[in-house]
T-cell receptor, first 115, second 112 residues
Framework: DTAVSQTPKYLVTQMGNDKSIKCEQN?????MYWYKQDSKKFLKIMFS?????LIINETVPNRFSPKSPDKAHLNLHINSLELGDSAVYFC?????WGQGISPLHFGNGTRLTVT | KQEVTQIPAALSVPEGENLVLNCSFT??????LQWFRQDPGKGLTSLLL?????REQTSGRLNASLDKSSGRSTLYIAASQPGDSATYLC???????????FGSGTRLLVRP
């Protein structure tokens, strides 16, 4: 199936730990994103990569570090997890960046719970 | 700073009813406006994308309109079905930032 897939679906961990979320898209898209959806369901962009280059880096603590080994993959590593990091993290991709014509395709999300 | 607002926050209608979801945005300098559907525990599914030069887009029972000058969009759902129950989000892409800014969504329940 062509899709945006992210793993794991659920992640429960303790404060202070380091964890990673992986994302892969096989749609042939050039641009990938990480979004965070908080408890009030607000979706906010965190990062965007276009052809492996970082193009959007919102005001996110530097404990969050994205890595794009190739344009089909965008992983998110989080150091020293805090309670406030609990949220659902969505990966997304689009065909191109900055052209206003390509809709976003989302993964099913990773629900991170920090205890 | 772009802000996107969706009204109502929640809506419950009987099956078969036609309904309208509203979205407003504060900065009219947009590339496009997108409507998404989110089912519980799932990601977002793109429904319609309206480019800034367009006034509306249609897909099946869905019709989305865009009035850039007034900063408004509506999503019209005809003959609603229980399967339409989901949260509907609108988002605008800024024409200089290229960032997609989301509203908080309208939670729709279509009762059989």
């Amino acid at each position: 199936d062509t899709a945006v897939s992210q793993t794991p679906k659920y992640l429960v961990t303790q404060m202070g730990n380091d964890k990673s979320i992986k994302c892969e898209q096989n749609l042939g898209h050039d641009t990938m994103y990480w979004y965070k959806q908080d408890s009030k369901k607000f979706l906010k962009i965190m990062f965007s990569y276009n052809n492996k280059e970082l193009i959007i880096n919102e005001t996110v603590p530097n404990r969050f570090s994205p890595k794009s080994p190739d344009k089909a993959h965008l992983n998110l590593h989080i150091n020293s997890l805090e309670l406030g990091d609990s949220a659902v993290y969505f990966c997304a991709s689009s065909q191109a960046w900055g052209q206003g014509i390509s809709p976003l395709h989302f993964g099913n999300g990773t629900r991170l719970t920090v205890t | 700073k772009q802000e996107v607002t969706q009204i109502p926050a929640a809506l419950s209608v009987p099956e078969g009813e036609n309904l309208v979801l509203n979205c407003s945005f504060t900065d009219s300098a947009i590339y496009n406006l997108q409507w998404f559907r989110q089912d519980p525990g799932k990601g977002l599914t793109s429904l319609l994308l309206i480019q800034s030069s367009q006034r509306e887009q249609t897909s099946g029972r869905l019709n989305a309109s865009l009035d850039k000058s007034s900063g408004r969009s509506t999503l019209y759902i005809a003959a609603s079905q229980p399967g339409d129950s989901a949260t509907y989000l609108c988002a605008v892409e800024g024409d200089s930032s290229y960032k997609l800014i989301f509203g908080s969504g309208t939670r729709l329940l279509v009762r059989p």
